[in-house]
């Protein structure tokens, strides 16, 4: 009987202990609705990860319930911006012969989350993320395999992003 009578209250606890899914809950202040994302700058050597990078945030951030994205940078309540400030590829393992099996590849992200009507930062942070992908004599597998990675290390920093700024504010 009390086994039932636990089950039955267990609902009523864990509604009321503030356990919520990540996302659906935002700690942004009550008054950011609408955000502009702004295409991130790209400061290394390798092409297109400021279109990769803002891409996938932005993709992220359309998930969310708490947030409008806006296309217009003067209707939004806030800001973000980013920048790719560090990206680099270096081998991490050798075969027995001294060749190279497996690269690393590192990416660091500067963003800021600022108020559109006062230009007030709301948030800082620089996000980092590293992936592992196979090494292959044949020079277009290699670059495909080192895009493939570059693929995983934007959706995971999309994603840190976001929970960064919508749960951990």
């Known amino acids: 009987m009390r086994r039932l009578i636990l089950l039955w209250m267990l609902p009523f606890f864990l509604g009321g202990c503030g356990y919520h899914f990540s996302g659906e809950v935002s700690s942004l202040p009550p008054e950011i609705r609408s955000l ?14 400021e279109n990769f990078i803002t891409n996938q945030v932005v993709e992220e951030f359309a998930r969310s319930r708490n947030l409008h994205l806006t296309e217009d940078r003067n209707s939004a309540d806030a800001v973000l911006s980013g920048t790719v400030s560090r990206y680099s590829t270096s081998p991490v393992s050798f075969g027995r012969d001294d060749e190279i099996t497996e690269y690393r590849s590192a990416m660091t992200v500067d963003t800021v989350l600022y108020r559109s009507s006062d230009g ?11 992936e592992e992908y196979p090494s292959n004599d044949d020079k277009a597998v290699q670059e495909d395999n080192e ?5 995983v290390i934007v959706e995971r920093l999309a994603e840190d992003l976001y929970f960064r700024i919508a749960d951990n504010f």
């Open 147 to 151: 895009a493939a990675a570059i693929v």
């Open 120 to 130: 007030k930062a709301l948030w800082k942070g620089n996000l980092s993320w590293t």
């Open 36 to 49: 502009y994302i702004e295409l991130f700058a790209n400061r290394t050597a390798e092409p297109y990860l």
